[in-house]
């Protein structure tokens, strides 16, 4: 919770018993284990039957707003006292913290329920009138840039992140400053990172404050950095910071927060609580095993991360939760259907459907990732019709540039493995590069070098597997086997089921080509299980109720899901 109610009492002028008493019972009520909700809001309601001064009265609206925020689902009275706790608080001199946390929350309210043309306003005006509060007028541009970047308009994100560190530097707070200039490497082109990361790493290193400040700040920095690394696809290059990250993370969690508060005002912006950077750095962590195709250890600090974000949530519904909650289960998601794990991918899709339906604005941002993973289980399933309709509908929906290559990438392979849609096939290349200014040609032989260079298991094994496909097509037994036998060890080690399953058809017929009897006997009985155990999950999956989610395409995901009698897709493709 943002406001602590016990402490709101100490600035109320000359207190009555009474609003003392009600304060007091509304904490108690709001910290029992479990929380007293209902009681505490009885309370704090009680405070207006006093008549209480208009200091007391927006005061109460602001702290009834927050607790209604916070731990209930009643987001439309939350909005109405928050509403008031604004509008009163404004009337009201020198009552800036009341005043500009009620902007601040009322505005993040607005955002969670897709008010956004209601949540700009109110932060511009906040912005505005809060210039003599360095902490506020800090922390309020950083929420209008924060706004800005869910749009995707980070040119207006950026001007304000500039605006803040200019602020900063003039009210002489290196902190915050830091803080600004690291979240301005969102815009920058990666060739244009690297000045401004070492600007920020000076800056860092060199800042003296208190240790919590300190380690907070590196955490801020290297999670950027990191983030960075892997939109670069530098999965190798990014290890030592993310060694480091995951260091830092280690030393603030046994740090206390009762640490000597700044002297500069500025320096009070805080840019995420140290429980929710450990969720954040789990996340980066998962990112990266993805990446590298380390997919059992990315498995490993999903399940930490998730455990995490339910025991957070009991005490605080923070969007910032939900959003870490739903990009965790899109990897893990893409980790289960790599690992033929089919059936679990189909309930976790359901329950990111689920989240969605709890918050419009977290649909908004989730909802072409949303049918981008249908589509992919879609193929999984061999309902190629489906993942058609399911890519068809991301594309419309978003404007991400490398969102947009991962979704037209992968409605060619649809295109490709229906086997009659050349015409298609023809035109989405258009569209991928219009002006044909790269080779159409692909040289296996350098993405195999580029993908070993950075440790990219998954890219490294389905090359290896492509090129010992072609070379035994080619007649190249001897070359196809040197291709093919790592590429069998590399996705036995991921675990990735597909290539498995093809390189294991591929030592069958090469040994059985080459005279290896019995070598060929084991790749043919290693083929078999393979395609048992998808099989079977084939089967699982498609019995389940959740699989009819294959076919919405439009509007908000289904809440309710009818049985499936049985499969409803061909097999032969998958064996």
Excluded at 11 to 17: L, M, T
Excluded at 291 to 304: F, I, M, R
Excluded at 317 to 329: C, E, G, H, M, Y
Excluded at 431 to 451: A, C, G, Q, W, Y
Aim: with cysteine.
């Amino acid at each position: 919770m943002v406001v602590v109610i016990g402490k709101m009492a100490s600035n109320v002028e000359a207190p009555e018993s009474w609003y003392l008493a009600l304060l007091g019972f509304a904490e108690h009520f709001r910290t029992s284990s479990p929380p007293k909700i209902r009681l505490c809001v009885h309370c704090l309601q009680a405070v207006f039957q006093f008549k209480p001064p208009q200091r007391v009265e927006a005061r109460t609206h602001l702290q009834l707003g927050s607790v209604l925020y916070h731990h209930t689902k009643n987001s439309e009275l939350a909005r109405s006292h928050l509403e008031k706790a604004w509008f009163i608080s404004q009337q009201i001199p020198q009552f800036e913290d009341v005043k500009f946390e009620a902007a601040s929350l009322l505005s993040e309210l607005y955002c969670q329920q897709n008010l956004v043309d209601s949540a700009k306003p109110l932060l511009r005006k906040a912005i505005q009138i809060s210039q003599q509060t360095p902490y506020w007028h800090c922390r309020l541009l950083f929420q209008l840039a924060q706004l800005h970047t869910l749009e995707k308009d980070l040119v207006s994100a950026c001007d304000l992140l500039g605006v803040g560190a200019e602020y900063a530097r003039v009210v002489g707070s290196e902190y915050t400053r830091c803080c600004n200039l690291d979240l301005l490497l969102m815009e920058r082109k990666l060739g244009e990172v690297h000045p401004l990361l070492t600007l920020c790493g000076t800056i860092v290193e060199n800042w003296q404050g208190n240790p919590i400040q300190k380690e907070s700040l590196r955490v801020f920095f290297l999670v950027l950095q990191v983030t960075h690394y892997l939109d670069a696809g530098q999965v190798k290059s990014v290890k030592p910071c993310l060694k480091q990250l995951q260091q830092c993370i280690q030393t603030i969690s046994t740090l206390h927060d009762d640490e000597i508060l700044p002297s500069n005002p500025a320096d009070l912006f805080h840019w995420l609580p140290k429980e929710h950077m450990c969720v954040l750095v789990y996340l980066v962590t998962v990112m990266h095993s993805m990446q590298a195709g380390y997919l059992e250890k990315a498995q490993k600090y999903t399940d930490k991360a998730l455990m995490q974000l339910e025991k957070l949530k009991m005490l605080d519904s923070s969007p910032i939760l939900s959003t870490f909650q739903v990009i965790l289960l899109e990897h893990i998601i893409m980790c289960r259907l790599v690992t033929g794990h089919k059936a679990t991918a189909l309930q976790e899709i359901s329950q990111v459907c689920q989240l969605c339906q709890q918050s419009p604005r977290l649909f908004t941002n989730h909802a072409a990732q949303l049918h981008t993973l249908l589509g992919l289980y879609c193929i999984s399933v061999n309902c190629m019709d489906n993942a058609e309709a399911q890519f068809t509908a991301a594309l419309r929906l978003t404007t991400h540039q490398e969102l947009w290559a991962f979704i037209v990438t992968n409605l060619a392979s649809v295109y490709i493995r229906e086997g009659n849609r050349h015409q298609e096939l023809y035109s989405l290349l258009e569209r991928i590069n219009p002006d044909h200014n790269f080779p159409v040609r692909r040289f296996l032989r350098e993405t195999l070098k580029m993908s070993n260079a950075e440790d990219l298991n998954r890219l490294t094994a389905c090359s290896l597997v492509l090129l010992g496909h072609i070379f035994y097509v080619l007649g190249n037994h001897r070359e196809s086997n040197n291709m093919v036998v790592p590429a069998m060890q590399l996705a036995s080690k991921i675990p990735d089921m597909s290539v498995q399953l093809w390189s294991s058809a591929l030592l069958k017929d090469l040994n059985k080509a080459l005279g290896n009897t019995i070598d060929a006997h084991e790749a043919a009985q290693m083929h078999q299980n393979f395609s048992q155990q998808l099989l079977q999950d084939h089967i699982a999956a498609c019995s389940l109720p959740e699989h009819n989610l294959i076919s919405w395409t439009d509007g908000p995901p289904p809440g309710q899901f009818q049985a499936q009698n049985g499969p409803t897709s061909s097999l032969a493709s998958l064996l």
